[in-house]
């Protein structure tokens, strides 16, 4: 009776075990493919002058929609890199693309939209940008469907705790995800909290701007460099409190700008 019962108490703790591991899993996987809808790759575009179509030269980082008027954040230095002068391969047109359905991975091709980027802000302290795009995606009737918009969640996660990014590293023309945890946090300041946070799973170039975020999908970091050396294997990203509070002391002046431009 007594080898039953300890059995038992084993099958019992393989069975909790294995519903709380595939079970966060099946969770994570849906809130992967809800956090793909917030994402778009930032690119630098070439045109033809005879016809005046578009070809992609570069994809230079990634982002993601912060707000339901099309503004998406970014790493700073990939809106700071879009419009550097003397900048090799020139960029004609600073844009971004996001997908008419949906983004499919089990397909080769995926029908985009290609918006061009109105202008962009950026603090090199924090590593953080904002820009505003010429179309409104969110009222684009050619796209059927809609991003969504990035919830931050600001508190500090313990570490351990399971994260994922998403982005458009190595010139994927299709986003990526990775999965992997907390490892800690840096720079902790006695007013705003730690101001960068380590996750212990690589970034590869391209991923700056990358959300990272929880298995509720809650946005927590955003991914600003990419580990080398004895660091590689890990990425650094910026924590959402001071992406928040750089948003908002940017909006002022943004629409500040934007009200200048509706008076000319």
């Known amino acids: 009776m007594k080898r039953s019962f300890r059995d038992s108490s084993t099958c019992i703790a393989i069975l909790l075990f294995t519903y709380n591991v595939y079970g966060q899993n099946v969770d994570f996987l849906k809130t992967i493919e809800h956090a793909k809808r917030s994402v778009l790759a930032v690119v630098c575009m070439g045109q033809n002058p005879d016809t005046k179509s578009l070809y992609l030269i570069s994809v230079d980082g990634s982002g993601f929609f912060a707000s339901d008027d099309g503004s998406f954040v970014t790493a700073g ?25 949906n983004w499919d991975t089990s397909k080769s091709d995926v029908d ?18 904002v820009c505003t795009l010429a ?75 990358s959300p990272v975020y929880l ?9 600003v460099q990419r580990g080398f050396n004895d660091a590689s294997g890990l990425a ?11 948003l908002a002391k940017n909006k002022a002046d943004r629409e500040a700008q934007e009200q200048k431009e509706k008076q000319r």
């Not at 985009?112 to 940008?129: Q, S």
């Not at 009222?139 to 399971?162: E, N």
């Not at 006695?190 to 960068?196: Q, S, T």
């Not at 298995?215 to 991914?223: D, E, F």
């Open 77 to 101: 230095h990939v809106a700071k890199g879009l419009f550097a002068l003397g900048r090799i391969p020139t960029c004609p047109v600073k844009a971004v693309y996001v997908p008419l359905n």
């Open 112 to 129: 985009l939209r290609i918006i061009p980027i109105k202008r962009c802000w950026w603090n090199d302290n924090v590593d953080v940008g």
């Open 135 to 209: 179309v409104n995606p969110f009222l684009d009737d050619a796209i059927k469907l809609k991003p969504v918009v990035a919830d931050f969640d600001t508190s500090v996660q313990p570490d351990g705790t399971p994260v994922a990014f998403t982005g458009f590293p190595l010139s994927f023309i299709q986003p990526i995800t990775s999965q992997g945890i907390v490892g800690t946090y840096r720079n902790a300041t006695d007013v705003l909290g730690p101001k960068e946070m380590m996750v212990d799973k690589n970034a590869w170039p391209g991923a700056s701007g």
């Open 215 to 223: 298995s509720n999908g809650k946005v927590v970091g955003l991914i």
């Open 236 to 246: 650094f990203a910026r924590t959402s409190f001071f992406i928040k509070d750089f």
